[in-house]
């Protein structure tokens, strides 16, 4: 889930009506089985500028328990500005639907770094006050209060780009063979996570970036054992995969920054290992920390207090006589959400709207505007339908995805995105970073000798729509086309393929892994 949550907080948007976590003590959770989850913290990379509290590799294990040894442990990788949160549902009905499955959704580093005391109390007192309080108010929690992180006091997730990212998955992945050493271990992800995933498989963890040459075969990179696709037995990329249409970074854009229309200049790795930039996107487009903290907020309030009125003084609310579940909705809904990456089948909420045109193109009738809305006749607050009741039914429930989004030990964003990732993205955007200046940051040369199975499973109104869309990542590996699927869930969004109720994705992936699991 891509969550660039300024335009979703603050744009979220037929003249109709529509009739149409840590959890909190007593509170309802989705049903998914039997499965639990367990917190995986494990040595990272050993990025030398970073305290040791930071080089960690940590995810969250999802299993039944009293199961035998899996057959398969399903590595899944968020996508940007996203934490494991966002693959709960998806990862509790795979591990439901068959105990020789475990899923393991990795959490970025940077998550280590997100202050959740104020979340954290208001669900244990069931008082989303002690949130708004804590994040807004100067509320002490035991003793502390919130204060923003500072860029000087993490200067060093300057250096936190796409080599440390892939050796912390890498010991992620190292201990599920560990641990299950007869398992086939996968590797998947949504959106970036998918990318990220990709990319690991090409990459030469033998290789450690720097100035030497990078050994060739005939002018081309050589084929290493320390290749990412060594360690894995299959590759799930969800609504993500590499894209011809990123354009790659040239060297000086590289190193002293680049600017992107519609968007601020993005700093270089010279302004940041310098400290002369923040090291953690603040960007209206990409992640702004502000807004996932806001976006934590809603979901509390929603949580715990779905049918009152919302009074956060603050926009996306604006004024809006609306309840705090509705409001919650309205910043997922496919029906009124502006951003692509953050929508979901979820229902519209109750009321009266105007229509604006959808800059995605996927809505033809547009999309609702929820800044003009007012309460439907009869009614006080613009409210929202529940799931059960919604006809025609959404594939998202939401109150599942908001029990999901706030279960304990995780968050449902990544608060700190590093620049430096950003800027490594780019770098890598043609899949080979063999040449004298990107081998020095990161070192993708195996991409052409990724041989393993691939399932791309893409969502019809998300990222990729379209089975043509992933042919620049498949045409850059060595898997054979007999081992490679490319299927597309029509009408789905980006996040209807990792929360859906219902979900198509599940018995899919499940039939792929089938082999192994049996």
């Known amino acids: 889930m891509s969550l660039r949550l300024r335009a979703a907080l603050c744009a979220v948007t037929a003249g109709a009506v529509l ?64 934490g494991p949160n966002t693959l709960d549902i998806l990862a509790r009905q795979l591990a439901g639907r068959d105990a020789r499955l475990e899923v393991w959704v990795v959490a970025p580093r940077a998550t ?47 250096y936190w780009g796409l080599d440390v990212h892939l050796r912390d998955i890498r010991a992620i992945v190292a201990e599920a063979h560990r641990r299950d050493p007869g398992a086939h271990v996968v ?8 990318i990220l995933a990709a990319l690991y498989a090409g990459y030469d963890f033998d290789r450690v970036p720097g100035p030497e040459p990078v050994a060739t075969d005939h002018g081309a990179p050589a084929p290493s054992p320390g290749a990412g696709a060594h360690d894995l037995s299959g590759l799930l990329l969800l609504d993500g995969v590499p894209l011809s249409l990123i354009p790659r970074l040239t060297g000086g854009q590289y190193l ?34 502000q807004d996932s903290i806001l976006l934590d907020v809603i979901a509390v309030y929603a949580y715990l207090r779905p049918n009152a009125a919302s009074r956060l003084p603050f926009p996306p609310r604006d004024g809006l006589a609306i309840t705090n579940e509705a409001l919650l909705g309205a910043i997922f809904s496919d029906r009124m959400q502006r951003d692509l990456l953050v929508r979901a089948s979820i229902g519209a909420p109750l009321g009266v709207f105007k229509t604006i045109p959808d800059p995605a193109s996927i809505r033809p009738g547009g999309l609702l505007d929820l800044a003009s809305g007012q309460p439907a006749p009869g009614h006080a607050l613009i409210g929202w339908i529940p799931y059960t009741q919604t006809e025609p039914r959404g594939r998202v429930d939401l109150r599942a995805f908001n029990a999901a989004m706030l279960r304990p030990g995780a968050d449902v964003t990544q608060w700190y995105v590093p620049w430096r990732l950003v800027l490594d993205l780019g770098l890598a955007a043609g899949l080979d970073t063999s040449d004298e200046f990107a081998r020095r940051y990161v070192s993708l040369t195996q991409v052409r000798y990724t041989d393993v199975p691939v399932l791309v499973l893409g969502a019809g109104s998300g990222l990729i729509r379209r089975p043509q869309t992933a042919a620049f990542y498949l045409g850059h590996i060595a898997t054979p086309p007999a081992d490679r699927s490319v299927e597309i869930l029509p009408g789905f969004t980006h996040l209807d393929i990792e929360d859906a109720v219902d979900n198509p994705a599940v018995p899919r992936i499940l039939a792929w892994l089938g082999r192994m699991l049996h």
């Open 19 to 82: 009739a149409a976590a840590c959890i909190g003590p007593g509170a309802a959770q989705p049903s998914a089985g039997a499965v639990e989850r367990a917190l995986l913290s494990v040595p990272g990379d050993s990025e030398p500028h970073t305290p040791d509290a930071y080089n960690r590799a940590v995810a969250l294990r999802y299993f039944t328990p009293g199961a035998p040894a899996p057959a398969v442990v399903l590595v899944l990788v968020p996508g940007l500005n996203s």
């Open 112 to 158: 280590l770094l997100q202050d959740r005391r104020g979340i954290e109390a208001a669900l244990a007192y069931r008082n989303p006050d002690f949130a708004l309080g804590y994040y807004y108010g100067g509320l002490p929690i035991d003793g502390d209060t919130y204060h923003a992180l500072s860029a000087s006091a993490v200067s060093y997730a300057a």
């Open 256 to 289: 002293d920054g680049v600017h992107i229309p519609l968007l601020p200049r993005i700093p270089g790795v010279r302004a940041l290992v310098r400290r002369l930039a923040a090291p953690f996107t603040d960007v209206e487009d990409v992640a702004r920390p």
């Open 187 to 194: 590797l998947g992800g949504h959106s970036l996570g998918g």
